[in-house]
């Protein structure tokens, strides 16, 4: 699969199974995350691959949205590490964190796996469950699992602009 095809084909997974993934899968999800780029490469995330029942439980303390998965990976950036432009002060530790979650989401389509950008959990509470995430902004939780036979795009999957609105050539 080319990766026009791999981008179109992603979709927000919200029916996972909780079938066991392999762990080269895994492997290769994670590489595919550290070779993402990041501003003056200075690298400021961290990924917390959450495997055990019990740090799976916590993740559900914080947010509903597992869609049944029993896996899940947890992107962060440390803002203070992170490259700050210097005309603007613009600090790119959020794009940076969405680079990386933006490798995984699509590694994991790669991998003929699901997932969803997970933007609504409790981030404080998260960080007080798991304190190795409390020097870290929290950028997104990933639920990783097998789709759900019946598991499917939503209606408005292939909304998109067209390139001549979205795109000014100057």
Not at 16 to 37: G, M, N, S, W, Y
Request: include cysteine.
């Amino acid at each position: 699969m080319d990766f026009l095809e791999l981008a179109k084909a992603r979709y927000s997974c919200r029916k996972l199974t909780d079938k066991d993934i392999e762990p080269e899968k895994i492997e290769r999800i994670l590489q595919a995350a550290v070779a993402a780029p990041t501003a003056k490469n200075i690298q400021p995330y961290k990924i917390w691959a959450i495997k055990s029942a019990d740090a799976f439980d916590k993740i559900k303390q914080v947010t509903n949205f597992t869609f049944g998965a029993k896996f899940a990976l947890v992107v962060g950036v440390d803002k203070e590490q992170a490259f700050t432009r210097p005309f603007d002060n613009m600090n790119f530790g959020h794009i940076d964190g969405s680079i990386i979650a933006t490798h995984i989401w699509l590694a994991v389509q790669a991998e003929g796996l699901g997932t969803t950008w997970v933007g609504w959990f409790d981030a404080p509470k998260l960080q007080e469950l798991f304190p190795e995430m409390k020097d870290f902004d929290l950028i997104a939780i990933f639920p990783v699992g097998y789709p759900a036979e019946d598991a499917k795009p939503s209606n408005r999957h292939e909304d998109r602009r067209e390139i001549s609105d979205a795109v000014t050539e100057l």
